[in-house]
């Protein structure tokens, strides 16, 4: 099912009694325990909580990278949990962009090469033109030819936003974005996700250990042992 950002959908992101279980040396291990979250249209949200908490594994789930065990996940009205894998990458490709901690770029491309990817595979004719001018964006116009062995932890990761945000995504998820980089490259980081989220228009949702880069968000969720803990989130507003 493929929607189009003319439709008006406001709620982006609907999950409903979300479980995921995934299996462990002594047999399954819970890792999310009935979530519920709706993600509006043009918001920015944060996940926050302790290591272990099931902040990325949330995030994965939204963007169909792990498959709930049970529980509904739909986005833009479109159920995820019904999807096949090839459906899934199908409405990833036209719908999401997906920043990762460790870049999680492809090693023997050029940085050019690794943002005009998911064009390509979409079968854009000026994929080129669009990734050279993204990395335009994100100040590495003049990196352009280099691999991601010549580049430095903040340049790959302004290469990996760069590739997140050219196919213009409705959804943009990014698992803590800044969590490689020093703190001086973390800023800049932090800036252009914000920008190129303003400039595309992206709904975006982060999972962050940062409370400055949280801050900035229109609102934060809190999570603690897979579930959704409103306790902190009081004390938070408090």
């Known amino acids: 099912m493929t929607l189009h950002k003319s439709q008006d959908v406001q709620v982006l992101l609907s999950l409903q009694d979300v479980h995921l279980s995934l299996n462990g040396n002594t047999g399954p291990v819970s890792i999310l325990a009935g979530i519920d979250l709706e993600v509006q249209r043009g918001e920015t949200l944060a996940l926050i909580g302790p290591s272990g908490s099931g902040k990325s594994s949330l995030l994965m789930v939204m963007g169909g990278l792990e498959q709930a065990t049970s529980g509904s996940v739909e986005a833009m009205g479109a159920n995820l949990s019904t999807m096949d894998e090839d459906a899934l990458a199908r409405f990833r490709r036209a719908h999401m962009g997906v920043v990762f901690q460790s870049f999680h770029l492809i090693p023997t491309m050029t940085a050019l090469e690794n943002v005009a990817t998911p064009l390509e595979l979409a079968g854009v004719r000026d994929a080129f033109d669009r990734a050279r001018a993204e990395l335009e964006a994100v100040g ?7 691999m991601p062995a010549q580049m430095s932890g903040g340049e790959q990761q302004r290469v990996a936003l760069a590739r997140a945000v050219v196919t213009r995504p409705d959804i943009l998820l990014a698992d803590e974005p800044t969590g490689n980089l020093d703190q001086a490259n973390g800023a800049q980081v932090m800036d252009l996700l914000f920008d190129l989220r303003d400039r595309h228009n992206s709904t975006l949702v982060m ?32």
Not at 211 to 223: F, G, I, N, Q, Y
């Open 207 to 238: 999972v962050t250990h940062a409370p400055e880069l949280a801050a900035r968000c229109d609102r934060v969720v809190h999570l603690r042992d897979g579930r959704i803990d409103a306790d902190a989130a009081r004390e938070a507003a408090e």
């Open 140 to 146: 590495l116009g003049h990196r352009a030819d280099h």
